[in-house]
C-alpha cells in the first residue's frame, strides 16, 4: 500500500472524528439550551400561575413588584435564547407598563376572602412567593434588608389568611345557630391578632372582634347555651393551615424558581 493511500485513510479517520466530536458537541449544546429554555419557560409559567392566583390589590406593591421584576428577567432571557419569538418581547413590555402602574398605587387593600377554596389557593400562592423570596436572598438577588421586609409583609398576608380562616368558621357556626362554637373561633381570630399587635396595626380589628364576641355571649346567656365542645374543631383547623410564619431556612434548598 503505497504512503498516498495510507496518508489519505488516516485523514479520512481523523475528518470523521473531527465530525463525530464536533456532532456530539453540537448536540450536547442543543440538549443543553433545550433543558435551559424549558426551566425559564416553567419558571415564566409558575410566576404567571402565582400572580393571577392573588386577588386584585392583595399583595403589597413590594411584593406584587418582585414577581413582576422576576418575571421581566425571565422573558429577557427567554428572548436571548428565541430572539425571533416576538411573544417574549411583547411580555417584556407589557410586564414594565404594568411594574410601572404598581409603582404609582402601590398600597395594598384589605379584603377578607370568604370562599374556602380561594382561601387555600391564595395561601399555595403564598408559600411559593416565600420560598422565592428565601431562593432570591440565598443567591444574594436581594439584601438582608429587603429579605426582611418581604419575609415580614408575607407573613402578615398569612396571618390575616388564618385570621379569615376562623372568621369564616365563625360565621358558619353562628349560621347553624351554635354561638358558643363562634364565640370560640372569633376568639381564636382575636388571640392570633393580638399575638402579633405589637405595632398596633390590628387595633381596629381586635376591637371590632371584641364587639362581635361580646354581643353573641349575651346572646347565647339570654339563651342559656352551655359551652359547646370545641377542641376537634380547633385541632382540625391547625392542621390544615398550619403556622403562618415564615417557614425554615431549609426551603432555601428548594430552589424552585432557579
Not at 485523514?11 to 425559564?40: D, G, H, N, P, T
Not at 381570630?189 to 349575651?218: F, G, V
Not at 390544615?240 to 432555601?252: H, I, R, V
Request: proline share 2%; hydrophobic share 40%.
Amino acid at each position: 500500500m503505497s504512503i498516498s493511500i495510507v496518508a489519505i485513510i488516516i485523514i479520512l479517520l481523523c475528518a470523521l472524528a473531527c465530525y463525530a466530536f464536533i456532532s456530539q458537541y453540537i448536540e450536547k449544546k442543543r440538549a443543553q439550551k433545550q433543558r435551559v429554555l424549558m426551566a425559564l419557560k416553567t419558571k415564566h409559567r409558575n410566576f404567571v400561575y402565582m400572580l393571577s392566583g392573588f386577588p386584585p390589590h392583595f399583595l403589597t406593591g413590594e411584593l406584587i413588584g418582585l414577581i413582576y421584576r422576576a418575571l421581566i428577567d425571565t422573558c429577557e432571557q427567554l428572548h436571548q435564547i428565541e430572539p425571533n419569538e416576538i411573544r417574549h418581547q411583547d411580555e417584556i413590555t407589557l410586564y414594565t407598563n404594568q411594574l410601572a402602574e404598581v409603582s404609582k398605587n402601590n398600597s395594598a387593600q384589605r379584603m377578607r376572602i370568604e370562599n374556602p377554596h380561594q382561601m387555600k389557593e391564595i395561601r399555595q400562592h403564598l408559600q411559593e412567593l416565600q420560598r422565592f423570596v428565601i431562593q432570591q436572598e440565598a443567591v444574594k438577588t436581594v439584601n438582608k434588608v429587603q429579605f426582611a421586609s418581604y419575609i415580614d409583609q408575607i407573613k402578615r398576608l398569612n396571618l390575616q389568611m388564618v385570621v379569615d380562616v376562623y372568621i369564616y368558621q365563625a360565621k358558619q357556626a353562628q349560621q347553624s345557630g351554635k354561638l358558643r362554637l363562634a364565640i370560640h373561633f372569633f376568639g381564636l381570630a382575636r388571640k392570633m391578632l393580638s399575638t402579633e399587635n405589637a405595632t398596633h396595626n390590628y387595633d381596629k380589628q381586635i376591637i371590632q372582634l371584641d364587639e362581635i364576641i361580646s354581643k353573641l355571649d349575651e346572646k347565647a346567656q339570654i339563651q342559656g347555651m352551655p359551652k359547646e365542645e370545641t377542641s376537634g374543631a380547633d385541632e382540625n383547623t391547625t392542621k390544615e393551615w398550619g403556622n403562618y410564619a415564615p417557614a425554615d431556612e431549609n426551603w432555601k434548598k428548594k430552589q424552585i424558581y432557579d
